[in-house]
């Protein structure tokens, strides 16, 4: 059972926008950064979003995050046919002492 | 461009321990920028933080796993290494490593492509 709440899975069509929510608590989301990470088919995950809101180098404007409270969420806009991949968010837990990943959302493009 | 490659077996036997190595090319171990982790992901399932490293030595785990893992770094071969003992099938899976980025708020920037390991007599 994860810490981090998603929804397991989400679809859209080419163009369109999509979003994903994660949600947490006081002691993960609520008071500390939230990264977001995208996993191509039998690849590595690989860094989308860092600091609730922020896009390291080469990622493309169409993935942009938010958080509020104990939630986050990452939308995808202008869905492409090579976005289809699993989506984590992650944060660490004061509580736990431990960095934490969300349940993961499978995203297809229909 | 920074590179990291995990290595060792592909299969460990029940009970014995799980040694891994992540060799990081392309730049030093040693900045004071970057941690450095391990996450596993049971096949079909989801991502599980294993611990991180500082080139210092100092160590960070999961909770869950604290009793049976160990991560060290060595800065003179510029690898860092995962032991993880009395193994059992449900620690199958895949073993990646990653650079922890102080500065992106402790992301995971670079990811190693990963290494499937299989607990099997």
């Known amino acids: 059972q994860s810490v981090l709440t998603q929804p397991p899975s989400t679809s859209g069509t080419p163009g369109h926008r999509v979003t994903i929510s994660c949600s947490g608590g006081?002691?993960?989301?609520?008071?500390?950064?939230v990264k977001w990470y995208q996993q191509l088919p039998g690849t590595a995950p690989q860094l989308l979003i860092y600091s609730n809101n922020q896009r390291p180098s080469g990622v493309p404007d169409r993935f942009s995050g938010s958080k509020s409270g104990t939630s986050a969420s990452l939308a995808i806009s202008g869905l492409q046919s090579a976005d289809e991949a699993d989506y984590y968010c992650?944060?660490?837990?004061?509580?736990?002492?431990?960095?934490?990943f969300g349940s993961g959302t499978k995203v297809t493009v229909l | 461009q920074l590179r990291l490659h995990e290595s060792g077996p592909g299969r460990v036997k029940p009970s014995e321990t799980l040694s891994l190595t992540c060799t990081v090319s392309g730049g030093s171990i040693s900045r004071s920028d970057y941690y450095w982790g391990w996450v596993r992901q049971p096949p079909g399932k989801g991502l599980e933080w294993i611990g991180s490293v500082y080139y210092s030595g100092n160590t960070y785990y999961n909770a869950s796993l604290k009793n049976r893992v160990t991560i060290s770094v060595d800065t003179s071969k510029n690898q860092f290494s995962l032991k993880l003992n009395s193994v059992t099938a449900a620690d199958t899976a895949v073993y990646f490593c990653?650079?922890?980025?102080?500065?992106?708020?402790?992301?995971?920037?670079?990811w190693g492509p990963g290494t499937l390991v299989s607990v099997s007599a």
């Open positions: 992650a944060a660490w837990d004061d509580s736990l002492n431990a960095y934490v």
């Open positions: 006081s002691s993960n989301i609520g008071g500390n950064p």
């Open positions: 990653a650079r922890v980025f102080k500065w992106l708020s402790n992301a995971l920037d670079i």
